[in-house]
């Protein structure tokens, strides 16, 4: 039996690694695939999402997809990003690696500050889906008036 010292910071998590995973946890929550999934995504719908002006901007690879397999809402500050790739029909083919993606995929994004759903803009080029959506009003920083005397 060995003994080991205690520690009272002893698996504690750092400061950058507690951020990363609170960041992991509250806005990027990807939903595993069902049916096919996500080939060799693992069900992820590959995402980048930051801040640009006074909105934020949600990119998401969708190589290959038809733009009428996307579905969009915006729910309370939540976006979900839903669609179907096709599944390959092809008699006589005995794949060695099979990594497109196929089946139903799902992602979901919260944007505490999002407005109004009917102010988003959306962008589909290349594979890739562009979603800009603006701040609410009240989320935008104002600059209050000085009153200058009594």
Known sequence: MAIARWEPAGGALSLRDAFNHLFDQSVWAPMGG?????GGFGGQVPLE???????????????????????????QGTLMIRGTYPEATAEGRHYLVR???????Q?????????????????????VLRLTVPKSEAAKPKRIPLKVGA
């Open 99 to 105: 990594q497109w993606p196929r089946g139903q995929f």
């Open 34 to 38: 069902f049916g096919g999934g996500f």
């Open 49 to 75: 999402v930051y801040t640009e002006g006074d909105g934020y901007v949600v990119e998401a690879a969708l190589p290959g997809l038809d733009p009428d397999a996307i579905d969009v809402e915006m729910v």
């Open 107 to 127: 992602a979901t994004v919260h944007l505490p500050d999002a407005g109004e759903a009917s102010t988003i803009s959306a962008t589909y080029e290349h594979g």
